[in-house]
């Protein structure tokens, strides 16, 4: 897949008559699809964490089987300088490890091993890495995968949002020079 272009999501169930209307509003360019991506993987497995919350989940088709959505407070940096830096920044550093060890036995408590046949993540990349790095979540290392960096803080309406979007076909389209 090229990666010159934008990036267009439309749902499964509109993708066909999307795919008409641009091929007909298309004929000779100047856009052009160059890549298209389903991700029709069911159940999958949710992990969205940044620092002010987090969600996981089961999802089976467009159907929550089971989620977990919460809050935990991590310090944001100050400008406090010296010792208080310092002590900040430990504190920071510990509340953030209790999110990641919040957020990974809510996951295992609600995503049996060997059940997900694919993975969502998204918000913070050092926290979700962190999250995934856990030896018991090894079962998702090889899973297809769709990331999603760009949202706010994980919120039942933000986790919605996110299934949608993992459900989207990605089409990649080029609109010439």
Known sequence: MSLAGRVVEVSPERYPAWRERFDAANPDGPQRIVGIAHFEHSPLAVVLIRRGGYAVALVEGSALVAHKVGTRHVQSRTAAGGWSQQRFA???????????????????????????????????????????????????????RREFHDIGDPRRAVLDEVLKRARSVEIRIDDGA
């Open 90 to 144: 430990r504190r920071r550093g510990n509340q953030a490890d209790e999110l990641v060890r919040a957020v990974t036995e809510h996951f295992l408590r609600i995503v049996p091993a060997g059940i997900p046949q694919g993975l969502v993540v998204g918000g913070d990349k050092t926290l979700v890495g962190e999250v995934l790095e856990d030896a018991r979540m090894s079962f998702l290392e090889k899973l297809p």
